[in-house]
């Protein structure tokens, strides 16, 4: 991280790596939403790679905005949460345990973007890039959304799973 030595660059580094961890995430949700049993969760898994696909189109926008190219950066922390929902999708038994674990998985990932989507909203704030704050909070905005749909979702699994014992 040593060529990190100013906000702009630490601001553009940080938004690379979150244009990585949006495109990995729109490899996963197909995959979860196609494992969901719950048709409820299937389809907010299906809106929010929609949504993720337009969080994308922010981002290029606001790289655009900065003259620069979005590429050049692999989000590990993502693909480490990634990997570890894939697991827990692999080892939970198909029905309403493996509809609550992919539901955890999907909640950390939206916990990570939550943190990481406030941060470059602070940054865009402290570079005075008034703009960029609107499309990040927008952004920011529909994780938050995101995280509550899957609470509830998770809500209406467990009741399903306490009539179903």
Known sequence: MSNVDSMQKLFVNELRDLYSAENQITKALPKMAKAASSTELRTALEHHLRETEGQIQRLDQIFEMLGENPKGKT???????LDEGSQMLNDAKEG???????????????HYEMAAYGTVRTYAERLGKPRIVELLQKTLEEEKAADKKLTEISNKVHQHMQHAA
């Open 96 to 110: 309403d345990v493996r509809d609550e674990a992919m539901i955890s998985a999907g909640q950390r990932v939206e």
């Open 75 to 81: 989000c590990d922390g993502i693909k480490g949460v």
